[in-house]
């Protein structure tokens, strides 16, 4: 599974590239912030949700420290799905947040 560090990952953002970013937490977690540009789908969702996504497009997820956004990456990159887990989710995470 390939994996991408809270720094990287905002370094991405300051340079302007297009990221897809999935927080996977729930929604009660992501009311007091998210990367800015995150989309939220629960990871209960994510095998629901999955339709609205597109495979030619790599996504970042991310959840509270990892493990869920693990778990995933792992169903997502087993239905052929372009996906980068983000190390230590918003605990490591000391960019800007949206709420």
Sequence with gaps: MKSITT??????????????IIDVRET??????????AVNI????????????????EYYINCRS???SSSACQFLDNQGFNVTNVEGGMMAWEGDVEG
């Design 42 to 57: 629960p990871l209960g969702l994510v095998e629901f949700k999955m339709n609205e996504l597109d495979k030619s497009k």
């Design 7 to 20: 720094q990287e990952l905002q370094s991405l953002l300051e340079q302007g590239k297009e990221v897809n």
């Design 66 to 68: 990892g493990g869920r």
């Design 28 to 37: 009660a977690e992501v009311a007091s912030g998210k990367i800015p540009g």
